[in-house]
């Protein structure tokens, strides 16, 4: 069983920056996907980012090419989402997912994840 601890939401201004961050309890270097996905009410949970942990291969939704960026330390257990440039439309809870399997790469359907951090509120005003 692998828990994850997520940490750093909090708001921001426009054009402000955060950073999130979710630590695995254990078995981190095992696992084979990690992600931050988001949702606001009423929508679906999307994927925000994604990165192989052993390959260190990065995916990015659209709306967040060129502002977000995901990173892992190994050592540290931990998954960071840089945020920058932030808009009101970012605004939601974020969450970090865990998934064993990478293979074809990191999934973006939140079924497909085996471990659910318990959420993150990220507020961003104009």
């Known amino acids: 069983q692998v828990q994850l601890m997520e940490s750093g939401g909090d708001s921001a201004q426009a054009g402000g920056s955060l950073r999130l961050s979710c630590t695995a309890s254990?078995?981190?270097?095992?696992?084979?996907?990690l992600a931050w996905f988001r949702q606001v009410p009423g929508k679906e949970r999307e994927a925000v980012a994604t990165?192989?942990?052993?390959?260190?291969?990065?995916y990015y939704h659209n709306s967040v090419k060129g502002r977000f960026t995901l990173s892992r330390d190994k050592a540290k257990s931990t998954a960071y989402l840089q945020m920058n440039s932030l808009t009101p439309e970012d605004t939601a809870i974020y969450y970090c997912?865990?998934?064993?399997?990478?293979?074809?790469?990191?999934?973006?359907?939140?079924?497909?994840?085996?471990?659910w951090g318990q959420g993150i509120l990220v507020t961003v005003s104009s």
């Open positions: 997912a865990a998934a064993w399997s990478a293979r074809g790469g990191c999934s973006v359907d939140p079924d497909d994840y085996n471990y």
């Open positions: 254990q078995y981190f270097e095992n696992l084979g996907c």
């Open positions: 990165i192989i942990i052993l390959a260190n291969t990065r």
